[in-house]
C-alpha cells in the first residue's frame, strides 16, 4: 500500500516528530502518520511547514493540495466525502469549506459560480454518519 513502507512504527514516528515538531503540532503528525504512512514527507516537507485551516482539527492547507493534487479529486463533495474524510464524523464548518474550496477552484479552474455550487452541495450534504439511520 502507499505509503506503508516504514519499517519499525514506532521508530519511525519518533524520527518524524522529531524532523517536524519545531513547524508542526504533534498531534497533526501523529493524524498525518495514520492517513499517509511514509507520504507524510511528501505533505510535511512543502514550502515551509503549511497552515492549519480554520474549522478544522488540526488539517494543514499543504494536505488539502497534496490530495487535490495527488488524488484528482473532481469536486469538492469528493475531497470532503472521498478523498480525505473531513465530511464524514461531523458536518464541515463552513470556513473549512470555503478553504478548501478556494484550493479546490484554484486547482480545477472554476469560475465563481461552479465554486458556489460545489460549497453549496457540500454544506447541504446530510453528513454520511446519518445517511443510515435517516429514512430514504
Known amino acids: 500500500l502507499p505509503g506503508g513502507g516504514v519499517g519499525d512504527v514506532a521508530s519511525y514516528r519518533q524520527a518524524t516528530i522529531e524532523k517536524y515538531r519545531a513547524s508542526t503540532p504533534v498531534p497533526v503528525i501523529d493524524r498525518l502518520l495514520r492517513c499517509y504512512g511514509s507520504g507524510v514527507d511528501a505533505i510535511l516537507s512543502q514550502d515551509g511547514p503549511g497552515h492549519v485551516l480554520e474549522g478544522s482539527e488540526g488539517v494543514l492547507d499543504h494536505e488539502i493540495r497534496h490530495v487535490i493534487d495527488n488524488e484528482m479529486p473532481q469536486t469538492l463533495g469528493d475531497l470532503f ?56
Open 81 to 136: 466525502f472521498r478523498r480525505t474524510g473531513l465530511g464524514t464524523r461531523a458536518c464541515p464548518e463552513a470556513d473549512l469549506v470555503n478553504a478548501c474550496g478556494r484550493m479546490m477552484a484554484d486547482a480545477r479552474g472554476w469560475d465563481t459560480e461552479r465554486l458556489q455550487r460545489e460549497i453549496d452541495a457540500v454544506m447541504q450534504t446530510t453528513c454520511l454518519w446519518r445517511a443510515a439511520v435517516q429514512p430514504g
